[in-house]
């Protein structure tokens, strides 16, 4: 049904609750060509400086967000060739404004980005953090993606340290962070639109049709990553809901690794 494997279209029909309800306009949303959107990082670019590009439209939801609605070579725009602005879905800068904007009791010096490649968050992350004089860490397992991560903080007008380090055996001390993102592995059925190759190929690697997990490490990781998370923030912190604390998934399946 609009060229989705039959798995992928039942897993996208578990998460809309059953039905037909919304599953037709959800697939043929999949097909169309997604638009551009930028993100001018606080501190290093604004979205005055973007919308001066051509066919460029303010954002829908995220504040630092500009669209290319007629779509273009993103690279050729000055901030973004530069490293100030960057190539961002406005979702993904909705989940980092959502841990930087979640109330806290007591201090907010050190964040950290627990699985950071390949950086559009943490460069986020690490601008808002400079905003308030705090400090990002991140940390990402792949030294390859490690160095993407690198690249993407790089002129920063804050602190911050990227590390490789493996977020389900964290090397830090419990309780050192008072933020903490972990954006975990998934299926990426939620970004089929814009990689539409995952729903034939790395998704069908890690999920079979019954939803069971094929990569063994899938299921293990998000556990081990979600104690991570948890032991990252002070026990005064962990209560419901939980400030500070923000784990996202690309996927829009419900089914879970069993």
Known sequence: MHSHPRWVVSALWDSLGGGRAG?????AADNERPEVTLVAR???????ELLGEEAAVPGR?????????????????PAVHEGRAG????????????LANAP???????????CAGPGGKAALLAAL????????????????RAGLVARALRGNPGPYQVVTADGTRPPWRAGSFDRVLMDVPCTGLGALRRRPRRGGGAARRTWTPSGRSSAPCCAPRWTRCGSAEWSATPPARRISPRPGRSSVTCSSSARTPS
């Open 23 to 27: 599953i037709e306009e959800l697939l």
């Open 42 to 48: 606080p501190g290093r670019a604004t979205t005055a």
């Open 129 to 144: 953090a400079a905003e308030r004089g705090a400090s990002l860490l991140a940390a990402e397992k792949q030294p390859h």
């Open 104 to 114: 806290l009791d007591g201090p907010d010096a050190t964040w950290l980005d627990g």
């Open 87 to 98: 190539v961002q879905d406005e979702g993904s800068q909705l989940v980092a404004l959502a």
């Open 61 to 77: 939801w995220s504040p630092y967000a500009v669209r290319l609605a007629e779509g273009g070579e993103p690279g050729a725009v």
